[in-house]
């Protein structure tokens, strides 16, 4: 059993997921979820939330997580669909097309399944298996950590390769978030084919 799990009064479960998000505050580009499921010698001191880590021990927690977790998987829900059903329920949707490829990548390799599937933050989701909300479980739930590691990394990597595409929104400076200098280039330009055009610029 994980440690974690005092941290709440549960019964005790053998296998667990954690799912968490990334990028529903940005301007442009999907938000991105992960799901994990981590062995019991997992080295969980590597952990922690995402955005408290250097982008440099991020990318060596993400290299050990995809090497050592029992399963992961890491979803995407487009501009088009975040436009089309705002951001919280595009993220929803993400993190339950994460749990869906862990769940299959399991069933496949038959793995027991989760017992349980934490999620972060205070909404829960119609999810294939029992699941609970979990505020601030970035900070304090392993798998969750690692689901956003992953998840954060993911979506990173996407904006710097946008960046390339249209290098004049500096996508790789700001991962499409709000700066000052991305608005400016928004007035400047107008948007590109990855804003949401639903958001307030």
């Not at 667990?16 to 019991?40: K, N």
């Not at 060596?60 to 997580?65: F, H, K, M, P, T």
Request: glycine residues 4%.
């Amino acid at each position: 059993m994980n440690s974690q799990l005092t941290l709440f009064e549960e019964p005790e479960f053998s296998v667990i997921a954690g799912t968490d998000e990334a990028g529903r505050g940005p301007l442009a580009g999907p938000v991105c979820a992960a799901c994990v499921v981590l062995p019991p010698d997992f080295p969980f001191e590597i952990l922690a939330d995402s955005k408290k880590l250097s982008e440099h021990k991020r990318e060596e927690a993400e290299r050990i997580i995809k090497e050592k977790a029992v399963s992961y998987f890491v979803a995407w829900s487009s501009h088009d669909e975040i436009d089309k059903i705002n951001i919280l329920n595009a993220s929803l949707l993400a993190m339950r097309r994460a749990i869906t490829g862990v769940l299959k990548d399991l069933q496949s390799k038959n793995l027991p399944l989760p017992e349980i599937l934490l999620i972060d933050g205070n909404r829960t989701f119609d999810s294939p298996i029992p699941c609970k909300a979990i505020v601030k479980g970035d900070s304090k739930i392993h798998e969750i950590m690692a689901a956003s590691i992953l998840a954060k990394t993911a979506r990173d990597r996407y904006m710097k390769e946008a960046a390339l595409k249209w290098p004049e929104y500096g996508f790789d400076k700001h991962s499409g978030y709000p700066t000052q200098n991305h608005k400016e280039a928004l007035r400047k330009y107008g948007p590109c084919p990855i804003h949401r055009l639903t958001f307030k610029y």
